[in-house]
């Protein structure tokens, strides 16, 4: 069985920080990820992003697979 810091590198990760979600992890901490693709730090939206801000969420999902389609 692996351990879960052993499965960092199994899949690409993409975070978004919302200002007013519950967790604002730092940058630092996403970057413990082996495969981060993309981090970004927005102006707007909370827990729920995808109700309270769906352009602005929609954007930064856009923007994470465009990432990822630049590494293909």
Sequence with gaps: MRRAEDCRDLAA?????????V????????????????????DKGGHFAAWEQPELFAAELRAAFKSLRQLI
């Design 13 to 21: 990760v993409a975070i978004t920080v919302f200002p007013e979600d």
């Design 23 to 42: 967790y604002r992890p730092p940058e630092t901490w996403a970057a413990a990820y082996r495969n981060l693709i993309y981090f970004h730090e927005v």
